[in-house]
């Protein structure tokens, strides 16, 4: 696990750096995936999760499986590669949350059986290339940042 | 007697941080500790966590212990430690001098 600026980049998954999501590669051909510790932090708190595809169905690369919402930041989560969306994190309707809580585990957004190959870089690859972006100038919720660290909070909503 | 120092790391998106401030303000107030509020929102506040480990807020440090608040239970504890704390050092400051 490398930990650049205080945001975690677990080893065994592969990222989309400009969009801030990973991939998971699950055992039975699935890929799951989320939103990285890095997008969390500039998003903020996830106030609304939607879903616009119910599961099983098959989406084209590019095409809209959710919808992220934070008070400044809203964003289209889009399949990575053609497949069939199986699954879709329903606990995130009622706690969004959880994508900045558990970014890389509870947080999770939906499960894809891919069609082809994920193009996504992973190991020293992603880790070279995501220390490269977090030298840049960042604009977040908090402004325009030009020493970015990512935000870790508890989580006091689920006590 | 000197009050005990609580540091709190906060940073500004995280909700429990101004819950565990009000509360530490208040002890604050009414003599029990002295306490610091470092903000992780600041590049001097990220350098401060850096350099004692904090990576998650609210945490607090107690002398060398550091603590993560990891919910309002947490904060209900460290408020009842601390409020034992500063009665002891009050019993001790008014208790009889040996001859």
Redesign the interface.
């Known amino acids: 696990m490398a930990v650049i600026r ?1 945001c975690i980049l677990p080893d065994d998954l592969a990222y989309d750096i400009p969009q801030d999501q990973w991939a998971r590669f699950l055992p039975n051909g699935l890929l799951e995936f989320g939103v990285t510790d890095v997008g969390q932090t500039l998003a ?2 996830f106030q609304t999760i939607s879903f616009r595809r119910t599961p099983p169905q098959h989406v084209g690369s590019g095409r809209a499986i959710a919808l992220l919402e934070s008070a400044k930041w809203l964003s289209p989560f889009r399949a990575a590669v053609p497949g069939t969306v199986v699954a879709v994190n329903k606990e995130l309707l009622g706690r969004p949350a959880l994508v900045n809580f558990d970014p890389y585990g509870d947080g999770w957004v939906l499960r894809l059986r891919p069609d082809e190959p994920l193009p996504w870089i992973r190991g020293d690859a992603a880790r070279e290339e995501y220390s490269l972006r977090l030298q840049q100038t960042f604009r977040s ?2 402004g325009v940042n030009d ?1 970015f ?1 990512c ?9 | 007697m000197t009050a005990t120092t609580v540091e709190l790391f906060t940073h500004p998106m995280c909700s429990g941080c101004q819950q565990a401030l009000t509360a530490l303000r208040n002890l604050e107030r009414a003599g029990r500790l002295t306490l610091v509020v470092t903000s992780l929102g600041s590049p001097l506040g990220r350098k401060r966590a850096t350099e004692v480990g904090v990576s998650v807020v609210p945490t607090v440090r107690l002398g060398t212990e550091l603590r993560l608040l990891d919910g309002p239970s947490d904060l209900r504890t460290l408020l009842a430690e601390l409020n034992d704390t500063s009665s002891d050092d009050a019993r001790s400051k008014a208790a009889p001098r040996g001859p």
């Open positions: 205080n903020g708190k919720v908090a020493d660290w935000v870790h909070c508890s989580d006091w909503d689920a006590t």
